[in-house]
T-cell receptor, first 114, second 113 residues
Framework: DQQVKQNSPSLSVQEGRISILNCDYTNSMFDYFLWYKKYPAEGPTFLISISSIKDKNEDGRFTVFLNKSAKHLSLHIVPSQPGDSAVYFCAASLTQGGSEKLVFGKGTKLTVNP | KAGVTQTPRYLIKTRGQQVTLSCSPISGHRSVSWYQQTPGQGLQFLFEYFSETQRNKGNFPGRFSGRQFSNSRSEMNVSTLELGDSALYLC????????????FGPGTRLTVL
């Protein structure tokens, strides 16, 4: 059972436009959410995070929005640049049985065309 | 500062064998986490070590184990390899507890034949 879902395996946008990457989760106990970016042959890199007590977090061109009632979060990249082309992973964290558990989505491959 | 290093980068094993992967965290980092990445399942959390203690564990069978040494270096062991264990194994380190400051290594590509 996939608790964190990224339903779009790929996304293609034009340089300068907005990229919107979506992520849905099923467990309302998740209290912290993260986005990672991964280039080929490299490990994932932390991008931005948001706590469940917030609905928005912004860092430069990257903004994450959280809609708790819909169990949905999204990553907005504005403006998109060719160097943003990578696989983006959404992850959610919760504390369970005294342990902190991190669950990842399967990733969305973003291609930004010049 | 040197980044997270993982050895070996590539590994080929046969079913039934066991394998040990190594991870050297960034100097000063005390937490090391391991992840498995496959095309079908994406990135899955294996376990996390902090100060030589396993702090968190994902939903993987007991064939997957790990340890952390006093210098924060970590090893991951997989026994009785199965074809489905073929994956990219990623290690991440962070200064303390918490996932948003993780730095990932390049991974070890394990192929099980």
């Amino acid at each position: 059972d996939q608790q964190v879902k990224q339903n779009s395996p790929s996304l293609s946008v034009q340089e300068g436009r907005i990229s919107i990457l979506n992520c849905d989760y099923t467990n309302s106990m998740f209290d912290y959410f993260l986005w990672y970016k991964k280039y080929p042959a490299e490990g994932p890199t932390f991008l931005i995070s948001i706590s469940s007590i917030k609905d928005k977090n912004e860092d430069g061109r990257f903004t994450v929005f959280l809609n708790k009632s819909a169990k949905h979060l999204s990553l907005h990249i504005v403006p998109s640049q060719p160097g943003d082309s990578a696989v983006y992973f959404c992850a959610a964290s919760l504390t369970q049985g005294g342990s902190e558990k991190l669950v990842f989505g399967k990733g969305t491959k973003l291609t930004v065309n010049p | 500062k040197a980044g997270v290093t993982q050895t070996p980068r590539y590994l080929i094993k046969t079913r039934g064998q066991q394998v040990t992967l190594s991870c050297s965290p960034i100097s000063g980092h005390r937490s090391v986490s391991w992840y498995q990445q496959t095309p079908g399942q994406g990135l899955q959390f294996l376990f996390e070590y902090f100060s030589e203690t396993q702090r968190n564990k994902g939903n993987f069978p007991g064939r997957f184990s790990g340890r952390q040494f006093s210098n924060s270096r970590s090893e991951m062991n997989v026994s009785t390899l199965e074809l489905g264990d073929s994956a990219l194994y990623l290690c991440a380190s962070s200064p303390g507890q918490g996932y948003d400051e993780q730095f990932f290594g390049p991974g070890t590509r394990l192929t099980v034949l």
